[in-house]
């Protein structure tokens, strides 16, 4: 969508009239080489006020040339309004509120959804999408973890949300948004790496840290879409922990993610539903960029507390 109109937010300049100056009396000689009074220039003729250049007689401002902004920088604030106008509609589109305990993605209008969560996971519809806050002590091995959940969202009047458990500061949480064109993709995520594993690591018990991805996207997909983008998340995820040399804490090797990750993509449900969303598409370039960009802030930002934590314990 192109902005018309665009103003020049430059300002006035002093035209020449504002910096003139006044001409200066001609050289006086002195003592007694001086004419008389009678022979003495008057002042009548003297270069005065009155035949000055006046302000006047100047070019107005309104005359002068103005610095109008160049047209790569006016195209520059164009491009900026646009985005400011395109960020402000995807984020009525998509509201996140963080509470004590509570991290809740609410859509304006219900989405098309397919995720592997523990509550409202597959294929299905929903306004929103809400993470959980827990530590150790709330999920037990006796405790089942879906039905804990449904019942934390049904007391916070949750019912139909998409449920995520996690026990990542919530006020951590990342915000990315990638664009292409007319196409938005939209990234939340929580990242925490104490459980980070690889792909083919033998089988055991899970310890606290996850990474939990909801990306949300501005235009309609078909459900064999929706599996293709979560396909293409889960890849750009992984390659935000490969690159930052996340190791494994089973094996030490290079993690691909945590043992625990769970990824929701969201699509609104009106217009056409675009029947891919692969690398080649552009609705898969914008999935891609998010989710990867954001899996890296938020990777980036727990190496930096452990580095801080370690670096406590060292001067301790």
């Given at each position: ?41 008057s ?84 306004r ?61 995520a ?68 945590t ?12 217009g ?6 692969g690398?080649?598409?552009?609705i ?33």
């Amino acid at each position: 969508m192109m902005i018309q109109g665009c103003l020049s937010l430059a300002p006035d300049v002093p035209g020449p009239g504002d910096l003139a100056t006044r001409a200066t009396p001609a050289f006086q000689p002195t003592g007694a080489s001086q004419p008389t009074g009678a022979t003495q220039p008057s002042r009548a003729i003297q270069p005065s006020r009155a035949i000055q250049p006046s302000r006047a007689t100047q070019p107005s401002r309104a005359t002068q040339p103005s610095r109008a902004i160049q047209p790569s920088r006016a195209l520059q604030l164009c491009r900026a309004y646009q985005v400011d106008l395109a960020d402000r509609a995807e984020r009525a589109e998509l509201a996140v509120v963080h509470t004590p305990g509570w991290l809740i993605a609410q859509f304006a209008t219900v989405h098309a959804v397919a995720s592997w969560a523990v509550v409202g996971g597959g294929l299905r519809t929903a306004r929103a999408v809400a993470w959980l806050q827990v530590v150790d002590d709330d999920l037990p091995p006796a405790v089942d973890a879906a039905a804990f959940l449904r019942g934390r969202l049904a007391a916070a009047g949750l019912p139909g949300a998409v449920g995520l458990l996690t026990t990542r500061r919530l006020d951590r949480y990342v915000d990315v948004t990638a664009r292409h064109g007319g196409l938005a993709a939209r990234c939340i995520a929580t990242v925490g790496l104490g459980n980070a594993l690889r792909a083919g690591d033998p089988p055991g018990g899970s310890r606290p840290g996850t990474i939990n991805v909801l990306c949300q996207v501005s235009a309609a997909l078909s459900p064999d879409a929706r599996l293709e983008a979560l396909a293409l998340a889960a890849e750009a995820r992984t390659l935000a922990v490969c690159e930052a040399r996340v190791s494994s804490t089973r094996t030490g090797r290079p993690a691909s993610g945590t043992g625990t990750d769970c990824i929701v993509i969201a699509a609104p449900q009106a217009g056409a539903a675009a029947a891919y969303a692969g690398k080649h598409t552009a609705i898969g370039h914008v999935i891609g960029a998010a989710v990867h960009e954001a899996t890296r802030r938020g990777v980036a930002c727990c190496q930096r507390e452990r580095a801080a934590r370690l670096a406590g314990e060292v001067s301790r």
